[in-house]
């Protein structure tokens, strides 16, 4: 049985997928044994010339100095000079799952081989947020290069995990960077071993997830947050850029645990005509409050700054139009997790402009209606520039009834980290004599 990193040497992509041997289950190992967009490009050379920079080792010490005292912080990762976009779940078995896009450098930080540019690579916690253990391969790239994966998201959906990664093709002029296909890879067995990838064939160019995490409805139905963008899609290359480039959000729909698919309608952005603009409206996250009823709150670029929210009413089917909630987050997207007791937790970079910090933390009661005050995760000195940020959050809820998170995090030192803090809902509700979560 040959393991994808081979599948993929010997048979590079094949009518837009890898091929799959006939009559055979093919499977890629995780974590037992323990030792086992257009920015893309820029990234990627980004990566290149920080990494070839020598630089002091980042340290948990780093995401401590900046993080509340009340929250238990934890590296995953060091960073190695890019952004890292991460999503977070919890298992069947009460585990809790973690991945990340990472370079063949950072693969190999963590003691993970990979063959491709990039690959996705996750860590999972078996004491509820307090540890991780050993980094696994879970989706590589091809080997020839051909395809490069970004953005992964996760899926929990009875006993089996899904994994979609988008994987980003060579330029196609008149545009500076390339297509993306959306490939799909499973588990059953809590994260143990995992399968080849699978095309999930979108009628959108550019199908992009950016590790918002899916939501399953008790009837079974899955929901995968994802967008698209515009300009690819139309071949309207050349329109102002606000933020972000143009995109448009929905949701993927599946009801039959995974195995085909169906698109929402679209949910588009702030138009404007002198510029003509599309402002951003990508990188959604999603909770459902019931059955029906599905909350959206959308990577925005306002010139208010506000993050523009929408609800289906359908189960993820159809989406009001957008409009701009009470919160701010300019050009940054948040995380959403519903609670034991029906609250909703919101994770997002509480900023008015491009700065992505600080991480806040807010509840709602009722619905996503309102929400508590914001408290911060973590803070970093007011006029701290880019790169320095605490973005691309995942957030959950653990056996326990803490809340664990996961960022990307870049200190004014220039230190780049995967970091995960945990804390009480308690602390999270600004109660001062809330005491912090047991290590």
């Not at 078996?126 to 080997?143: E, I, L, N």
């Not at 039959?256 to 959604?284: C, F, H, I, M, N």
């Not at 999270?428 to 047991?438: D, E, I, Q, S």
């Amino acid at each position: 049985m040959k393991s994808p990193v081979n599948a993929f040497a010997e048979n590079p992509l094949a009518n837009g997928h890898p091929s799959h041997p006939s009559g055979s289950s093919p499977i890629l190992r995780g974590p037992a044994p323990p030792n086992q967009r257009p920015w893309l490009s820029v990234m990627l050379a980004l990566a290149a010339i920080l990494g070839a920079r020598p630089k002091a080792q980042a340290a948990p010490e780093d995401i401590a100095k900046y993080a509340d005292p009340g929250v238990r912080v934890a590296q995953l990762m060091e960073g190695g000079g890019a952004v890292i976009v991460s999503s977070l779940n919890i298992l069947a078995n009460g585990d809790l799952f973690t991945i990340a896009f990472v370079s063949r450098d950072q693969a190999a930080s963590v003691d993970v081989t990979v063959a491709g540019k990039m690959a996705v690579i996750g860590r999972i916690s078996k004491d509820q947020g307090r540890s991780w253990g050993p980094a696994f391969r879970v989706v590589d790239s091809p080997a020839d290069g051909s395809r490069t994966a970004v953005d992964p998201t996760t899926v929990v959906t009875g006993g089996k995990i899904l994994v979609l990664a988008p994987m980003s093709g060579p330029p196609q002029p008149p545009f500076d960077y390339g297509d993306l296909k959306l490939w799909k890879v499973e588990s059953d067995d809590h994260g143990a071993t995992w399968s080849l990838p699978v095309e999930i064939p979108i009628p959108r160019a550019r199908p992009c997830v950016s590790g918002r995490p899916g939501i399953t409805l008790r009837d079974g139905t899955i929901l995968v947050p994802y967008w698209w963008d515009f300009m690819f899609q139309t071949g309207a290359n050349g329109m102002a850029v606000i933020g972000d480039i143009p995109c448009v959000s929905g949701t993927l729909i599946s009801r039959d645990a995974g195995s085909t698919w169906q698109l929402s309608t679209d949910v588009y952005g702030e138009w404007s005509v002198q510029p003509k603009v599309l402002r951003p409206a990508d990188e959604p996250a999603i909770v459902a409050v019931s059955d029906r009823e599905v909350f959206m709150v959308l990577r925005s670029a306002r010139a208010d700054g506000r993050a523009e929210e929408t609800w289906s009413h359908d189960g993820g089917r159809t989406w009001e139009s957008p409009r701009p909630g009470p919160l701010h987050a300019f050009n940054t997207p948040s995380a959403l997790w519903r609670l034991k007791n029906g609250w909703v937790a919101r994770l997002w970079n509480d900023s008015q402009n491009a700065t992505r910090y600080p991480l806040v933390i807010a509840l709602s009661q009722d619905q996503c209606r309102t929400w508590s005050r914001p408290r911060t995760i973590v803070g970093f000195p007011a006029g701290s520039k880019w790169p320095v940020q605490a973005s691309y959050p995942g957030v959950v809820e653990t056996a326990d009834g803490s809340l664990v998170a996961v960022w990307c995090h870049v200190t004014p030192e220039g230190k780049w980290l995967w970091a995960s803090g945990r804390f009480s809902r308690d602390w999270a509700l600004g109660n001062a004599a809330a005491p912090a979560p047991r290590r």
